[in-house]
C-alpha cells in the first residue's frame, strides 16, 4: 500500500483515512506493508496497530512486522495538497528561482524537484516490490500513482488507486495538466478504481473517461474509539458564560470554503451577538480569511488556533456548539464524522461525500451564506434541534465504522485476484 501520509506524521484527512482502513483490514486478517514517502529516523509516537519502517533505511536494519501493517518510508519532498489560491504563493515563492535556473510553470507550481521526486519515489518502489511478498498493490491520491504503477510493472500485481480528491476538487475546476495527467495515467491503468464516495465517482467518470464499471465506492468512516464528552471540557480560550461556539476545522483553502464560512457568521452575528466563531487549521487563504473578518469588523468574534493535533482536535470539537463543513467540493469529508464522536451537531454542505452517509444533520448549498446562516442560528438558539441532531447523528456513526469499509475493500480486492 502507498500513501503520503500516515498519523502522527500527517497533515489532513488523508492520513487519517489511511490509518483508519490499515486498522480495519488488520482486523479482517489482512497484512499491509505500507510505504511512505519519509518520515523520522527515530520512531518515538507510533500507533499501536502498526510498525512504522522507514524505506531510506530498509538496508539499514531488519525490522520485524507488528501487528499485520509494516510502513516504509521513502524520502521525498512532495507536497499532497496545493490548491488553486496556493498558486500565487507558490509561483512568487519559486518565480526567482525559475527565472534563474529555466523550468517550467509546474514547476513553478509544485515545486522544482516535482519531476525528480515524483521519479525517485517510483524507482523506491519497483526496489521494493522485489523483495516484498504481497498479492495486491493499492494507492492513495496522485502523488503515489507513478510509484504503484512502478510496482505494478514489476511484479505484475493487480494494481488498487483509491482516489481521495481529484485534483478539480482541489483547485476549483481550474486542474493543473500535470497533475490531471497523472491521475488519469494511474487510473486507466490500474485494475479497478476506488471512490470514497458516489460524488467522487461521478467525478472520476465524467472529468477522466473512465468506464462506470472500473470505479467502485467505499466509503470513509471514523474511529470507534469512544470518547468522554467531558474529558476535554476545560478551555484555554476566554469565552463568556452564555457563548455558544462555531467551529470551522480544516485546510484553510479554496476546497474548505472558509470565505463562505465568514461571510455566514458575518449574518449570524447581526442577529445573535453571544456567539464565538473558531478557525482550527493553516492554508494558502489564512491572511485572506483573517482581512475578510476585520473588512467584516468581527474580527473581535473570531479566534484563530492554527493547526491541531491528536487530543487537541477531540477538544476543540467538544467546546463547539456546532460544528460546520462549507466545503466547495469534498469528496468525502472525515470531519463531520469526528465532531459527532464528541456530541457536537452538524452542519454541511450538499457538496459533500459524507452527505451521502450521515442523514441526521443539517445540508446546506456551500454558496447559499443566507439558508447557512440561519441553520446555524436555529441550531444554536434550539436546544431541542441541536440534541435530535446528536442523537441521530450517533445512530448513523453506529454503522460508519471503519471494520465495515475494509470489509467492502476485501471484496474489491477479491474481484481482481
Known sequence: MFGWEFPPFNSGGLGTACYGLTKGLTNQGVKVTFVLPKGPSEMTDSPSHVNMVLANQIYKSNLSKLNGVKLKGVDSLLVPYIASEEYEYHLQKFEELRKKDGGSYEEALYGKDLYQEVHRFAQKAELIAQFEDFDIIHA????????????????????????????????????????????????????????????????????????????????????????????????VYKLEPDEKVVLFLGRITLQKGPDYFVSAAQKVLSKMDNVRFIVAGTGDMQSRIIEQTAEHGISHKFIFTGFLRGKDIDRIYSMADLYVMPSVSEPFGITPLEALKNNTPVLISKQSGVSEVLSHCLKVDFWDVDQMANKMIAALQYDSLSMSLIENGRRDLSTINWNSSAKKMLNVYRSVQ
Not at 504503477?149 to 493543473?176: C, I, Q
Not at 497533475?179 to 467518470?205: L, W
Not at 474511529?223 to 478551555?235: G, K, L, R, V
Open 140 to 235: 492513495h491520491d496522485w502523488m503515489t500513482f507513478p510509484a504503484a504503477l512502478s510496482a505494478k510493472n514489476f511484479s505484475k500485481k493487480p494494481l488498487v488507486v483509491h482516489v481521495h480528491a481529484t485534483e478539480f476538487d482541489r483547485t476549483g475546476g481550474h486542474p493543473n495538466q500535470m497533475v490531471y495527467d497523472i491521475e488519469r495515467e494511474g487510473m486507466q491503468k490500474a485494475d479497478i478504481i476506488v471512490a470514497v464516495s458516489n460524488y467522487t465517482r461521478n467525478m472520476i467518470i465524467s472529468h477522466y473517461g473512465i468506464v462506470p464499471d472500473k470505479v467502485q465506492v467505499v466509503h470513509n468512516a471514523v474511529d470507534e474509539e469512544a470518547i468522554n464528552p467531558y474529558e476535554y471540557s476545560e478551555s
